[in-house]
């Protein structure tokens, strides 16, 4: 799907959820710990922690 149909509905479908920074730290710290027991190549992973870290941005951003 391309970004600007699955941006906005992740957004909205997260949006009656209180997701602040601290909420988006564990997330990402989960996302790694996730990666680090998976078989997924690092190149892959780094690529991985890029996209959940801009959607960590995504969803702990301007609410309004």
């Known amino acids: ?5 699955w941006a906005p509905k992740l957004r909205m479908r997260h ?3 209180k997701i602040g920074v601290k ?5 990402m710290y989960c996302m790694r710990k ?5 078989s997924i190549p690092k190149e892959m992973q780094e690529k991985l922690l890029v996209a959940f870290n801009q959607v960590t941005e995504m969803l702990t951003g ?3």
């Open 62 to 64: 301007n609410r309004d």
């Open 23 to 27: 909420e988006g730290e564990q997330w």
């Open 15 to 17: 949006f009656p959820f």
């Open 1 to 5: 799907f391309p970004v600007t149909i």
């Open 34 to 38: 996730a990666l680090e027991i998976s």
